[in-house]
Structures are given as structure tokens and as C-alpha cells.
């Protein structure tokens, strides 16, 4: 007795039916038994095997990253932070010659003295005063808050990651002259991109994990008290801001959504 089974095989958009004739003898002593169905993981994982096993660009690719390699650092990157200069790592001067095109009308204070959570590596964190703000706040007047991730970008091309500043300051200051916003501080907040050429560090706190959690808790508990302590701020919710891209922009909800 002959009978007939049938399987589906899939190549590309495709679908092929193939049949398949086996001869079977009937037998009381082996009766036939049906063959184990494949679950979707398994036939997902069969045709993606067999595309890639007969595709001529198989060695192009990409393989799935290992469990170590997650948060390391591409070589590209660790040439960049190799000859990324810090802040750290400059002639600091004093505070009239080191005032960047970037700060436009403002003037740019250094924060010595900041504290830092328990592991957290120390990184230069500046603070940018709008223009007349002395005379300001001679006259009372106090400022919002604006706390920018990826502090070493906004105002000074020698210590962009891509030798281009935002000009931060310099349009902040347009937009005060011309009545657009009012006059804010903004605190530049360094990060971190590289620790040792092991792992990058600045994914790690601009992130949605545990030490995100406690680049944020540092940010609100330790730097904003020490910010409002030391110049004429607005401290209320709605005169509290955060900013930044990429990974930036994402601590920068995170920090604004849970504090």
C-alpha cells in the first residue's frame, strides 16, 4: 500500500509545495508512527539556516553579539575617547580666557567642588550664567534651571566629541535679547564615555537600568541642591529642566518623568 505525506518548505516570499511518496507495509507488530511537528521556533530556525547556507554573501552576515560583548565599546570608539580630550585633560586658566565662542553673551563657571555618588567617576561639570546676570540678580531676580547631558558638546568645539559645539549659549543668548525665553542657567554635565577602554560608561548612565537610576538620583539629590546653593536659581518643578540627544534625551525623560 503506497500512501502519501506532504510538507511546506519556504524560500524567500515563495512557497513551494514538495510531496514526498513513501511505500508503506501495514503491520500489526510496528504500526506507523506520525512524525514530531516542528514548532514555529524550529521551522523559523531551519529556513533561516538553509537561506544563510545558500546565500553567496554568507560571510557578510552580522552574527549576533556575544553575552561579553553587550556595552563594550567598537574599536571606532575606543579611537575616538582615546583622542577625545577632556576638560580634565586641559589647560583650565583663568575663568576670563577660557570662555568659549559657544557661550555667546554668557559667561561659564566652573563647579569644583561637586560630590559624586559611591563609584561614580568625577567628571567637570560647568554652569553658564546668562548675560548682565550679576546686575540681575542685584535686582532680585532669580532663574530657571536647565541640567544638559553631554555637557562637553553645547558650548566649546575643543572638547566636542566632533569639533562642533551646539552654540548653546550663543542662542540662548539671541533668543534673551530678543524676548523669546527668559534668561536660564544652564548646568553642562560631562559624561563619561569610556572607563579604561572597558565598557562604556555613558550608555550605562544615560540608560533605563539600575545605574541610570543612580546617575538621576545623583543629578536631583546631590547636583541640583549644590547648583541652587551656590547661584540665583528657580527651584520649583516648573522652573526645572532637563535636556539632552540621543541616550541624553532618554536620561533626560527618565529624570524629568520620575523626580
Given at each position: 500500500?503506497?500512501?502519501?505525506?506532504?510538507?511546506?518548505?519556504?524560500h524567500?516570499?515563495?512557497?513551494?509545495?514538495?510531496?514526498?511518496?513513501?511505500?508503506?507495509?501495514p503491520?500489526?507488530?510496528?504500526?506507523?508512527t506520525?512524525?514530531?511537528?516542528?514548532?514555529?521556533?524550529?521551522?523559523?530556525?531551519?529556513?533561516?539556516?538553509?537561506?544563510?547556507?545558500?546565500?553567496p554573501?554568507?560571510?557578510?552576515?552580522?552574527?549576533?553579539?556575544?553575552?561579553?560583548?553587550?556595552?563594550?565599546?567598537?574599536?571606532a570608539?575606543?579611537?575616538?575617547?582615546?583622542?577625545?580630550?577632556?576638560?580634565?585633560?586641559?589647560?583650565?586658566?583663568?575663568?576670563?580666557?577660557?570662555?568659549?565662542?559657544?557661550?555667546?553673551?554668557?559667561?561659564?563657571?566652573?563647579?569644583?567642588?561637586?560630590?559624586?555618588?559611591?563609584?561614580?567617576?568625577?567628571?567637570?561639570?560647568?554652569?553658564?550664567?546668562?548675560?548682565?546676570y550679576?546686575t540681575?540678580?542685584?535686582?532680585?531676580?532669580?532663574?530657571?534651571?536647565?541640567y544638559?547631558?553631554?555637557?562637553?558638546?553645547?558650548?566649546?568645539?575643543?572638547?566636542?566629541?566632533?569639533?562642533?559645539?551646539?552654540?548653546l549659549?550663543?542662542?540662548?543668548?539671541?533668543?534673551?535679547?530678543?524676548g523669546?525665553?527668559?534668561?536660564?542657567?544652564?548646568?553642562?554635565?560631562?559624561?563619561?564615555p569610556?572607563?579604561g577602554g572597558?565598557?562604556?560608561?555613558?550608555?550605562?548612565?544615560?540608560?533605563?537600568?539600575?545605574?541610570?537610576?543612580?546617575?538621576?538620583?545623583?543629578?536631583?539629590?546631590?547636583?541640583?541642591?549644590h547648583?541652587?546653593?551656590?547661584?540665583?536659581?528657580?527651584?520649583?518643578?516648573?522652573d526645572t529642566?532637563?535636556?539632552?540627544?540621543?541616550?541624553?534625551?532618554?536620561?533626560?525623560?527618565?529624570?524629568?518623568?520620575?523626580?
Amino acid at each position: 500500500m503506497a500512501s502519501f505525506s506532504s510538507a511546506r518548505l519556504t524560500h524567500g516570499d515563495s512557497f513551494a509545495r514538495v510531496r514526498v511518496s513513501k511505500l508503506v507495509q501495514p503491520s500489526r507488530s510496528h504500526p506507523p508512527t506520525k512524525a514530531p511537528r516542528r514548532d514555529l521556533r524550529t521551522k523559523a530556525t531551519y529556513v533561516a539556516s538553509q537561506r544563510l547556507k545558500n546565500s553567496p554573501l554568507k560571510e557578510d552576515v552580522p552574527q549576533a553579539p556575544n553575552a561579553d560583548e553587550i556595552n563594550m565599546p567598537t574599536n571606532a570608539e575606543r579611537t575616538m575617547s582615546a583622542a577625545m580630550p577632556t576638560r580634565l585633560q586641559l589647560e583650565r586658566g583663568p575663568p576670563s580666557s577660557r570662555q568659549p565662542a559657544g557661550a555667546g553673551g554668557g559667561e561659564l563657571h566652573w563647579l569644583e567642588d561637586v560630590p559624586f555618588s559611591l563609584g561614580m567617576p568625577a567628571r567637570d561639570i560647568q554652569v553658564w550664567t546668562p548675560p548682565e546676570y550679576t546686575t540681575l540678580v542685584a535686582q532680585g531676580h532669580r532663574f530657571p534651571v536647565v541640567y544638559c547631558q553631554d555637557g562637553q558638546n553645547l558650548m566649546d568645539e575643543s572638547t566636542s566629541w566632533l569639533k562642533q559645539d551646539w552654540g548653546l549659549g550663543a542662542i540662548a543668548t539671541a533668543c534673551i535679547e530678543t524676548g523669546a525665553i527668559r534668561p536660564p542657567i544652564f548646568v553642562l554635565v560631562d559624561n563619561v564615555p569610556a572607563v579604561g577602554g572597558l565598557f562604556n560608561l555613558r550608555h550605562l548612565e544615560y540608560s533605563n537600568s539600575p545605574v541610570g537610576q543612580a546617575y538621576i538620583d545623583w543629578m536631583c539629590d546631590t547636583l541640583r541642591p549644590h547648583v541652587n546653593s551656590r547661584f540665583a536659581t528657580l527651584v520649583g518643578p516648573l522652573d526645572t529642566f532637563a535636556m539632552g540627544s540621543s541616550l541624553g534625551g532618554l536620561a533626560s525623560f527618565l529624570a524629568v518623568h520620575r523626580r
